[in-house]
């Protein structure tokens, strides 16, 4: 089975090659393991770093955004007939060894798997009580509308298998994507399932989310509309749309 990890980057060229690194440690016994940095049109080096140490990258002439960005990612993963494709952040905060354990996961019969920071306290690093807070909401939201809790639905760190490869490389948002998805996901019929995972400090940079004071806020606004919109319009595969 051929397997392909999605790095969305932008601005990340302190971080790129450290983040690459820590997957080239990862040995698969029946899976062949690829990645491809997609570079979301960043004004610093990362573009020069992936040409300086040779790594595969798209690099995308403008800014699209984290939900284009990743979209590119899907694009190319079906495009190669990848069996599976796992998000992972070019900022150094996810733990590759848990690669493993998303695609056992796959393996089990799970479309998508979610990196949970929330089902056991595994990490050093903690996020902040607001965040914790909009999570919580979040959750909640999709619960009403799925009946499936989530404990991360933001959580980057994710896998999913072909079908969904197919799904978001067709339709994928283009602001703050994952609990979006997630709840269009589970409204189809996918099968959704979370392992706990140990998420890292970021070493360099910053999140684009806290760049800007009112941005948790409009965040957090435009993700619950979202999640409503995805909660009574999606509707199950299969099901007569008349």
Not at 28 to 38: F, M, S
Not at 124 to 130: C, D, L, N, R, V
Not at 221 to 234: D, E, F, Q, R
């Amino acid at each position: 089975m051929k397997v392909l990890v999605i790095i969305p980057a932008y601005n990340e060229g302190e971080n790129i090659v450290n983040t690459v690194n820590s997957l080239k440690k990862i040995k698969l016994k029946e899976h062949k393991l690829d990645y491809v940095v997609i570079n979301d049109g960043s004004s610093d080096n990362t573009k020069q770093t992936c040409l300086d140490n040779n790594l595969n990258f798209i690099d995308l002439s403008i800014n699209l955004g984290i939900g284009g960005a990743v979209q590119t990612g899907y694009k190319y993963a079906y495009y190669n007939n990848y069996d599976i494709a796992i998000q992972f952040d070019g900022d150094g905060q996810h733990d590759a060894s848990y690669i493993k354990e998303l695609i056992a996961k796959i393996n089990e019969g799970n479309d998508i798997v979610i990196g949970s920071r929330f089902i056991e306290e595994l990490s050093e690093f903690k996020s902040t009580f607001m965040r914790r807070f909009g999570k919580n909401i979040l959750s909640f939201l999709i619960k009403i509308f799925t009946g499936q809790k989530v404990c991360d639905p933001t959580s980057g760190f994710r896998a999913c298998n072909n079908k969904v490869i197919e799904e978001f490389a067709k339709d994928y948002p283009v602001d703050f994507p994952e609990p979006d998805t997630i709840t269009k996901i589970i409204k189809k019929g996918y099968k959704v399932a979370e392992i706990p995972v140990k998420m890292l400090p970021r070493t360099n940079g910053k999140s684009s989310i806290t760049t800007n004071i009112f941005k948790p806020a409009y965040y957090m606004i435009k993700v619950s509309i979202a999640i409503i919109i995805a909660g009574l319009s999606t509707k199950k595969a299969g099901d007569n749309n008349e």
